[in-house]
């Protein structure tokens, strides 16, 4: 489930704080853009690889309370199992493979959260302030 801006900065999770909502985009040329364009829209949440996978498959004139139900219904751990098989019409690689340029060029920013004991790796446009 995404996480809040303030979850990122404390760097654990709240269980009292509700999933953010995720807000949809359109088609863009390529993968990067899509990912870019997502996280832009969603800048004061943090999302997991499966996560930004179903988000971009999202156009955007979906309900805004599918995405955040689409989101939210399995639990993290089978979110990461299931994410490449998730996304429809996306190529899982190229997803993973963009998502990985845009953390090596600085624009996206990665974090390690434990949650129950395991690592979990969320993402999100990179902030410089």
């Known amino acids: 489930m995404p996480i809040t801006e303030r979850e990122w900065?404390?760097?654990?999770?709240?269980t009292d704080e509700d999933a953010p909502r995720?807000?949809?985009?359109?088609?863009y040329e390529t993968d990067k853009d899509?990912?870019?364009?997502?996280?832009?829209?969603?800048?004061?949440?943090?999302?997991?690889?499966?996560?930004?996978?179903r988000g971009v498959d999202f156009g955007?004139?979906?309900d805004p309370e599918t995405i955040h139900e689409k989101l939210s219904s399995l639990p993290n751990t089978l979110v990461d199992l299931a994410g490449d098989?998730?996304?429809?019409?996306?190529?899982?690689?190229?997803?993973?493979?963009?998502?990985?340029?845009?953390?090596?060029?600085g624009t996206v920013t990665e974090k390690q959260l434990d949650r129950d004991g395991e690592s979990v790796t969320h993402y999100r446009l990179n902030q410089v302030e």
């Open 9 to 14: 900065d404390d760097g654990e999770f709240d």
């Open 22 to 27: 995720t807000n949809s985009v359109g088609d």
């Open 34 to 53: 899509l990912i870019l364009a997502f996280l832009a829209e969603n800048a004061e949440k943090a999302y997991t690889k499966p996560e930004i996978h």
């Open 60 to 62: 955007e004139t979906d």
């Open 85 to 105: 098989a998730v996304a429809t019409g996306l190529v899982s690689d190229d997803i993973d493979a963009a998502l990985d340029e845009l953390v090596a060029e």
